[in-house]
Structure formats: C-alpha cells, structure tokens
C-alpha cells in the first residue's frame, strides 16, 4: 500500500516535444508529492512539488497535474530539450519519509 | 548556503566487512534521511535522524544503523556487508517545522561489495 507505481519507464522525444511520465498511488496519508530530476552520478535534485488540495501547478517548463479521485499525478515538461534529459521520479510524502517511484529514462533528441 | 556533502564518493568492500559513510547536512537543516538507490532503482528509505535520536526506519536490518551529530551531520553504517549492499547511498537533510519539509539531496556514495 506503499507503492508508488511510475510509468512509463524510458520515453524517447525530439526537442520541443511533451513528454508525460505518470504515477498512481494508494496510501491516502500521503501528503506531499514531489518529482526529482536526476542525472547519472549526480543525487536526485527536486523538481517540483504538489500537495493534494491542489489539481496543478506549474513552474517554467514543468507542470505537475494531481488528480485526487483517481489516485494519479503526472509531470509534463513543455518545449523539452536535450538538457532535460536525465532520470525522473515521481515520490509521495508520508510525513517525511519518502517513497520513490521506479524512475522514468528520458532521452531528448536535438 | 552550503549544499549536502557526502563522502567518500566511491568506496570498494569485500563481502561481510563494516563501512562508514559520511554526511554533512545543508546549511541550516536539522534533519537527515538515508536512502540506498540500487541500479537501476528509486531510492528507498533507510531511516532518518532529528535531533540525534531515530526518527523512522524503512525496511532494513539492524546491521544498518546510523548517527547524529551535535552539528547534524551524520554516519550510516553498516555491519556484515552482503553483495546485495552494492549501491549509492544517499542522504538528504531537511528543516524540520510544523508542515512538510523538502528533502534536499547529496550527490551519494557509490559502495561496492565485492
């Protein structure tokens, strides 16, 4: 009931293109959903974050959509460029301690 | 503002050996998480320490055990290393207040159980 369920697990673009990695989750005492951008070697640094009373926040490129209902949030990233191109995973807060997804592979394309 | 520093970067055991690895917190932060990220994976919860004292643990054996420090830097340690131990291991520190409190990660330790 912990899980954190992220798909797809690599996506492939050309610059400019909307890559959408999803994740669906459980445990309803989550109370805080952040994505975190991660390049090999590096620790993952934070990206953006959602908490659930809200459906969507964006900030630049990066927009998070949280449906409550449905127990599902993705991450959207507008005009993607091959700088963008790195690990991602979505996780869920509960409280403090964070659950990860699996991790998305995302390839940008000049 | 100094960032989360983590050493050593790279570390080589051999099987049923002891390591320690190091974390020094961002500045200002009283609270550290450890994570162990295998290849391939998301990083998972291994504990956290506040105010030197363990403040949740995820699902590991005890011959995972850490510290905290006065200054909120911390030690992860690990006793009777398995090859299943091989991974990056990574802190985070966080300011502890009253709503939820973002995690900032170091750039992690890679550990190889050999």
């Known amino acids: 009931q912990q899980q954190v369920k992220q798909s797809p697990q690599s996506l492939i673009v050309q610059k400019g293109g909307i890559p959408i990695i999803n994740c669906a989750y459980e445990n309803t005492a989550f109370d805080y959903f952040p994505w975190y951008q991660q390049f090999p070697g590096k620790g993952p640094a934070l990206l953006i974050a959602i908490r659930p009373d809200v459906s969507e926040k964006k900030e630049g490129r990066f927009t998070i959509s949280f449906n409550k209902s449905a127990k599902q949030f993705s991450l959207h990233i507008m005009d993607s460029q091959p700088g963008d191109s790195a690990t991602y995973f979505c996780?869920?807060?509960?409280?403090?301690?964070?659950?990860f997804g699996t991790g998305t592979r995302l390839q940008v394309f000049p | 503002e100094t960032g989360v520093t983590q050493s050593p970067t790279h570390l080589i055991k051999t099987r049923g050996q002891q390591v320690t690895l190091r974390c020094s917190s961002q500045?200002?932060?009283?609270?550290v998480s450890w994570y162990q990220q295998a290849l391939g994976q998301g990083p998972q919860f291994i504990f956290q320490?506040?105010?030197?004292?363990?403040?949740g643990r995820g699902n590991f054996p005890p011959r995972f055990s850490g510290l905290q420090f006065p200054n909120y830097s911390s030690e992860l340690n690990v006793n009777a290393l398995e090859l299943d131990d091989s991974a990056l291991y990574l802190c985070a520190s966080s300011l502890r207040t009253s709503g939820y409190n973002e995690q900032f990660f170091g750039p992690g330790t890679r550990l190889t159980v050999l």
């Open positions: 320490y506040y105010r030197e004292e363990e403040n």
């Open positions: 500045s200002g932060h009283n609270t």
């Open positions: 996780a869920a807060s509960i409280p403090d301690k964070l659950i």
